[in-house]
């Protein structure tokens, strides 16, 4: 297991925020330089980063915060994870490297051609993003919208192979769901039977458009009665 937390810049950025440790502790526990952290707290590093409360994330204690705050010279030491238990609340957005975040538009654009029954929010949750970008996507408003090539977001390495069945299943279930509710046939049985499709003629008009044989012999030729009396005379 590795010595420092997950996300260090992220953590440094709270504890400068939210704690009195100096920032050789902060640099000792989260893996960085002193003038890095320095720079963190100065707004020259890591500007726009988020960040992550180790307590929450049992990375930790407030008891260890409380010693380095007491004791400059003390060094703060990381939680040994427990045993997790699954969590069955709502999970957390889906956090997208920042190398990426650029690839986003054109999963979108892929999901929305090729998955049309797969909603906004689905889509949002699935690729970590806003229904502001997809809806822009969407009607094509997105600042790069000519540039937007459609590719598949586990190629991208936006989300995993099962997460996409899963939500694909998921919406496609829901979508039937509602098709029934409202009466609408599946696309595979919107066929008609042949009986109701196919028209059939009466035997006796089909004997009246016979065709004679021998009267189209003659207008095609130009023969008839008459000529034949115009050639006597």
Do not use: C
């Given at each position: 297991m590795s010595d420092t937390p997950l996300m260090p810049k992220a953590?440094?950025?709270?504890?400068?925020?939210n704690t009195s440790l100096s920032f050789d502790q902060i640099a000792a526990f989260c893996g960085l330089h002193p003038l890095e952290v320095k720079g963190i707290a100065d707004g020259d590093v890591a500007g726009g980063v988020r960040g992550i409360d180790p307590v929450t994330a049992n990375q930790l204690t407030r008891e260890e915060i409380q010693k380095g705050e007491a004791d400059t010279t003390y060094r703060l030491r990381l939680s040994r994870p427990k045993t997790l238990v699954p969590n069955k609340g709502k999970?957390?957005?889906r956090y997208t490297p920042v190398s990426k975040?650029?690839?986003r538009p054109d999963a979108i654009a892929w999901m929305v051609r090729n998955h049309p029954e797969v909603s906004d929010a689905q889509?949002?949750?699935l690729?970590?993003?806003?229904?502001?970008?997809i809806?822009?996507?969407?009607?094509?408003?997105h600042w790069n919208s000519a540039n937007l090539?459609?590719?598949?977001?586990?190629?991208l390495g936006l989300c995993s192979q099962i997460d996409l069945d899963m939500v694909v299943k998921k919406a496609a279930s829901k979508k039937a769901r509602m098709d029934e509710a409202n009466g609408i046939q599946p696309d595979g049985d919107t066929l008609k039977p042949a009986d109701e499709t196919v028209q059939y003629e009466p035997e006796e008009d089909r004997r009246e458009k016979?065709?004679?044989?021998?009267?189209v012999f003659a207008n095609f030729t130009g023969s008839s009665s008459d000529d034949d009396e115009d050639d006597d005379n």
């Open positions: 953590t440094a950025v709270w504890l400068i925020d999970k957390a957005p975040r650029q690839n889509i949002g949750k690729l970590g993003t806003t229904k502001a970008t809806q822009s996507v969407r009607d094509r408003s090539t459609p590719q598949d977001p586990v190629g016979r065709i004679d044989a021998t009267q």
